[in-house]
């Protein structure tokens, strides 16, 4: 089938998995579901292959739909664990900043990349990266990976590559008309091979912890409405450290009527947290606003950290920047 989302992946790249012995997989500190499952499937793809892998990931894995997974990751490996000729593996990160710990101390070793994030550094030789930014999630670029290295699709991979998917398109809600019919053929692959859609949603979403669902509600209620109706910014305050709400929050109001984009600023203590949603048709790529702040992502989900701003503040600037690109790209233009 030929391809115009999934482009053939670099020789060098392929190579390079290849004639490695082992593998240290690597994903971005703060994980979500795509970085845990893509990485998840990639040392499926590399243990299939007869290899050594080693799943490394800084976390914390705070998220309820990501906690069950924190057993099967190291914090770090030293170089030497790894044999005489390992290769380091680097999902779902666009700068060299992303994996955190765990990358600092195999820096030194041959790595490729496979991201689909917009925007980034980067931080391989040359046809060392597989960076395809219209890609809905990285579990898909893990597949057309294992794909072309010829490991068969098995239950196991296509459970962790459906998973990564679902979580990173919000469950099918993120994903374009362009894009989709070429990744739900592959999405169909995995279904075939026994994966539950149904029962991924219900073991993904069901066990939140009651305080998350009313701190979910408090923030949902005590959101703005702004430009209009345009934009909705809400705020999580520092007494939340430990809460990650940001799913529900955007499932919720991103279905108010007239919305195009949500901005939800969760303050750090030291720094602001800044995450954005727009909405498909609605124009807006709020991964060129997170450029702009020092952040990156998508064009419908992105994010940045920010510091110098008091929360206040920083609602106000965002505000400007939104008003700024809606009063020129107000329509329902699909991009």
């Known amino acids: 089938m030929a391809s115009s989302i999934f482009p053939p992946c670099d020789p060098r790249l392929i190579r390079a998995i290849r004639e490695a012995d082992s593998a240290a997989v690597i994903a971005h500190r703060n994980p979500d579901g795509d970085a845990l499952y893509s990485s998840l499937a990639m040392a499926s793809v590399i243990r299939r292959l007869g290899k050594k892998a080693v799943l490394l990931n800084e976390g914390p894995f705070a998220r309820d739909d990501i906690r069950m997974l924190e057993g099967l990751f190291s914090k770090e490996a030293a170089p030497e664990s790894l044999g005489s000729n390992p290769l380091v593996i680097i999902l779902d990160c666009s700068t060299p900043d992303r994996p955190g710990s765990p990358f600092a101390a195999l820096q030194d070793l041959p790595r490729i990349v496979i991201d689909h994030h917009s925007a980034g550094i980067p931080f391989t030789e040359e046809g060392m990266s597989y960076i395809v930014p219209d890609s809905p999630s990285t579990t898909l670029l893990v597949d057309k990976v294992r794909e072309e290295l010829g490991v ?29 019919p070429e990744s739900l053929m592959r999405v169909a692959a995995f279904t075939a091979e026994g994966v539950s859609p149904y029962d991924v949603y219900d073991e993904m979403h069901d066990g939140r912890a009651l305080e998350d669902i009313r701190n979910t509600a408090l923030i949902t209620a005590a959101s703005r409405s702004e430009l ?84 206040t503040e920083a609602r106000e600037m965002l505000i400007e920047r939104f008003r700024a690109v809606m009063d020129g790209t107000d329509g329902d233009s699909c991009v």
């Open 152 to 180: 068969p699709l098995d239950k196991e991979i296509a459970d962790f590559l459906y998973r990564g998917f679902a979580t990173d398109t919000g469950f099918f809600h993120y994903i374009t008309d362009r894009t989709a």
């Open 228 to 311: 209009g109706g345009r934009l909705i910014t809400a705020y999580q305050g520092s007494d939340m450290k430990n809460a990650r709400l940001s799913d529900g929050v955007y499932a919720s109001l991103l279905t108010a009527a007239g919305v195009k984009a949500v901005v939800f600023i969760k303050d750090k203590g030291d720094a602001l947290e800044i995450g954005f949603r727009s909405k498909n048709r609605s124009g807006i790529d709020v991964g060129a606003i997170a450029a702009e702040l020092g952040g990156g992502g998508h064009s419908r989900a992105a994010g940045a950290t920010i510091t110098g701003y008091t929360p």
